[in-house]
């Protein structure tokens, strides 16, 4: 072996072949590094397996690029993609036609560009779910809380977490807020516009922030229609304002 | 930034649980806020890691390759790529608050928790404020129970109280002198006795070393104890206790620890002051008292340090006036 040749070989020490995290491959793959400059968070994405192994495989120029830059047209700025893509980073596998079809079929739907940016931002989970899943769920949204057009469209702008989450929690919370706490529907449905995160509360919390609120600081239903934050504040801090005014004297 | 952080971060400090709350989620939440506080430093300057990159040097028909070491920034031990620099921090609890009880939770952290077993082994008195309700009974004596029997309590005054109170002290007074196994014949034991520093060093069962009565409204009445070696569920079986021996019933609606050994309700930190830096003035400030605690209560037998007690713990104090803000208006 002559001197130029030795001098070739790249005695480097051979890459783990398999291991939990994805520290040792960072230093020999341009696409994480790249991930890594944009604001990925590797160390959330190499605890789910399947995730890091597709990262490993891609291409940065080929398949990724070309997510990003559809990303970016959609209205997500620079330093978000970061976050972005470590809770969705099942996005590259998804086919960029496909992304077209529901980008193209919100809009159909009257959602405005920086509207759809918003509700994308918020749910990274979004452009993941297919075309019939997205209009199964708006539907469903419509007759169970028999709102306007518009409203609806509110509602998810605000929420876009409604459209991804599962729906049995929506369901149990409306036959609560019925059946249980003895709202009526106009009720309800003036609290959910004025504060859209009753829907997904937890029913055991909600129960007690309500017997609370209603029994011991005896708040008539009305009252509660008019501040449906209540629903969303944490109970002991409910619990301790009261029992502080009630210690000045002033419940 | 983060080893800093955590350098300070040893010794004792004491918490005020909140009723309604298990201590294991106190400790786990004054945790988290912790972890919170020691990663958000910025991050470190990305580091430089020696390669040995081919290079051409030379120029003109003969290239020579040649190995130039050069230092490239490396992204091995970017906190993108690692996860935060800590994630758990050993916090260990002192006596335990059952869910219903509030106040002083002491807690430690890091090499603290040695300190926590020499607390434990130093058996100081502990402080509550009961509150009792007279004319029910429950099942597990405290109002939130199933009720058991209903009493009328017209009868009860506050000389009746005061005198089941009185008999109560007593008779655990005779019970501290046997748990200490003290000799009571020797004149060191007399003086202590004297000055009432007598108490188990060992197990025993719960001891009153002082009860009295602080506020007595038919049917609500505040009781102050000092006791040890106790749990919450025996100070609410005592008030059932003291409504059965007043010919009536009673339960136990609130218990407040207002001192544990040193730390008091003043030294407590608030839901709202459970952050890295309050718990670090925290540690610091009660360091020397704590330090000097244990030296006096552990170190027997050294004569000069016996003599000097200025304001024990446990002398019997006034009634505290810290209602606290989760009585009703009394």
């Not at chain 1, 229609?225 to 409910?238: A, D, G, I, S, Y």
């Not at chain 2, 188990?200 to 049917?219: D, G, R, W």
């Not at chain 2, 000097?292 to 104090?317: C, K, N, V």
Request: proline letters at 5%; hydrophobic letters at 40%.
């Amino acid at each position: 072996v002559s001197e130029e040749e030795a001098i070739q070989i790249i005695a480097d020490p051979p890459l783990p072949p398999d291991t939990y995290t994805l520290r040792d491959y960072v230093d020999h793959s341009e696409t994480l590094q790249k991930l890594v400059l944009l604001g990925v968070d590797l160390s959330k994405i190499e605890k789910h397996p399947d995730a890091a192994n597709l990262l490993l495989r891609l291409d940065f120029e080929k398949d990724i690029k070309q997510i990003l830059m559809f990303l970016k047209d959609l209205g997500i700025e620079d330093n978000q993609l970061g976050t972005y893509l470590t809770k969705n980073y099942a996005i590259f596998s998804e086919d960029l036609e496909n992304l077209k079809t529901r980008v193209a079929y919100l809009q159909s739907k009257n959602f405005s560009k920086a509207h759809i940016a918003q509700m994308v931002r918020n749910a990274p989970f979004l452009l993941s779910f297919s075309v019939e899943r997205l209009d199964n769920r708006l539907g469903f949204f419509q007759k169970e809380l028999e709102l306007s057009v518009k409203k609806t469209r509110d509602l998810v702008v605000r929420l876009p977490r409604l459209l991804t989450g599962s729906l049995e929690p929506v369901k149990e919370n409306m036959k609560v807020y019925r059946l249980e706490l003895g709202f009526k529907r106009n009720e309800i449905q003036h609290m959910i516009t004025k504060v859209p995160k009753m829907l997904t509360a937890n029913k055991r919390k909600l129960t007690e922030t309500f017997d609370y609120v209603h029994n011991v600081m005896s708040i008539p239903h009305h009252l509660i229609v008019r501040f449906p934050q209540v629903f969303n504040t944490r109970l002991f801090k409910v619990k301790e304002r009261h029992l502080f005014l009630t210690y000045l004297g002033r419940a | 930034m983060g080893s800093r952080g955590l350098a300070r971060l040893h010794g004792l400090f004491a918490v005020y649980k909140p009723p309604g709350l298990k201590w294991k989620h106190v400790r786990d939440t004054v945790e988290l806020q912790l972890l919170k506080g020691v990663n958000a430093g910025k991050a470190p300057a990305p580091e430089q890691r020696v390669r040995f990159l081919l290079g051409p040097v030379g120029d003109g028909e003969e290239k020579a390759l040649t190995l130039t070491a050069t230092s490239v920034p490396t992204l091995t031990n970017h906190p993108l790529v690692c996860g935060p620099a800590c994630t758990s921090l050993k916090i260990g609890v002192g006596h335990r608050l059952d869910a219903q009880a509030s106040g002083v939770l002491v807690l430690g952290v890091g090499h603290g928790r040695r300190l926590l077993t020499s607390m434990y082994n130093a058996h100081l008195t502990k402080d509550y404020t009961v509150r009792g309700l007279l004319g029910k009974a429950t099942d597990d004596f405290c109002d939130e129970g199933r009720l058991v029997e209903k009493s009328t309590y017209d009868h009860v005054t506050r000389e009746k109280l005061d005198r089941i109170l009185a008999l109560i002290q007593g008779s655990h007074q005779k019970a501290l002198v046997m748990y200490s196994s003290l000799d009571l014949q020797t004149q060191e034991a007399y003086e202590m006795a004297v000055r009432g520093l007598i108490r188990p060093m060992n197990k025993s069962p719960m001891l009153v070393t002082a009860i009295q009565c602080i506020h007595f409204a038919p049917p609500e009445f505040l009781i102050q104890v000092q006791c040890m070696h106790e749990t919450q569920k025996q100070l609410r079986r005592l008030v059932h206790e003291i409504g059965l021996e007043l010919k009536t019933t009673a339960v136990c609606s609130q218990v407040r620890r207002t001192r544990d050994g040193f730390f008091t309700l003043d030294d407590a930190l608030l839901r709202t002051h459970w952050d890295l830096h309050s718990i670090e003035d925290a540690i610091q400030a009660a360091a020397p008292r704590v330090a000097a605690e244990l030296e006096r209560s552990l170190g027997p037998g050294l004569g000069t340090q016996q003599l000097q007690d200025p304001g024990r713990p446990w002398d019997s104090r006034g009634p505290s006036s810290a209602l606290g803000l989760e009585s009703c208006a009394g």
